[in-house]
């Protein structure tokens, strides 16, 4: 089974850098993803992590670790539009689902 | 080019009645999913498809659930006798293949059971 851990909320200031962290644990691991949610929206694909290290596109980076069971999602420059929640998911070796976590509620102040 | 619709997007339902909600792959895509979204919480597995066949139905929460996709396309989750609990976010997504890494998801029908 998996089981995924982040954050509930944060919160930052436009502008700035927030790093969101994921703790997984599983029984298998074929890769970690991150997607983005506004409220009321389908989730869209930010990132996928397979081996380690760091993924980076454009304000937003996503790091792995596989030997930590970690992750996290790096957003830059802060916008107002970035106020979203942001799942990570895991898919194992045995299916080609993904397993959420319960997500990390973003809000960015001006 | 068109995303995966579903339809309909809201549905309001008795306890005890039966629904069905319906999801449009991207044209092509032959893995299909569906997941359950409740409120505050990550969407969670409830069946996936290749092609015709339910490859991994281990997420369905009991036999109340069921799904079909009779052509390799459309697909239609069915609940019977719903219940209150079966309140949420209905959300299908695609994908190229069942190995590819990204999933394409729709933007959810919203179950409410009174």
């Known amino acids: 089974g998996q089981n995924i851990d982040q954050p509930t909320e944060m919160t930052a200031t436009e502008g700035a850098i927030v790093q969101i962290n994921c703790t997984y644990q599983?029984?298998?691991?074929?890769?970690l993803f991150w997607y983005q949610q506004h409220a009321g929206e389908a989730p869209t694909f930010l990132s996928y992590?397979?081996?380690?290290g760091l993924e980076e596109k454009g304000r937003f980076s996503s790091f792995l670790s596989r030997s930590k069971g970690y992750s996290y999602l790096l957003l830059k420059e802060l916008q107002m539009k970035d106020s979203a929640s942001y799942l990570c998911?895991?898919?194992?070796?045995?299916?080609?689902?993904?397993?959420f976590g319960g997500g990390t509620r973003l809000m960015v102040k001006p | 080019g068109a995303g995966v619709s579903q339809t309909p997007s809201n549905k309001v339902t008795e306890k005890g009645k039966y629904v069905e909600l319906r999801c449009d792959p991207i044209s092509g895509h032959t893995a299909l999913y569906w997941y359950r979204q409740s409120l505050g919480q990550g969407p969670e597995f409830l069946i996936y498809f290749q092609g015709t066949g339910a490859a991994d139905d281990s997420g369905l929460p009991n036999d109340r659930f069921f799904a079909v996709r009779p052509e390799g396309s459309v697909s239609t989750l069915k609940i019977q006798r719903t219940e209150r609990g079966d309140s949420a976010v209905y959300l299908c997504?695609?994908?190229?293949?069942?190995?590819?890494?990204?999933?394409?998801f729709g933007p959810g029908t919203r179950l409410t059971v009174t």
């Open positions: 998911a895991v898919k194992d070796n045995a299916g080609n689902m993904l397993t």
């Open positions: 599983t029984s298998g691991f074929n890769g």
């Open positions: 997504a695609s994908s190229p293949q069942g190995y590819s890494y990204e999933q394409y």
């Open positions: 992590n397979v081996l380690d």
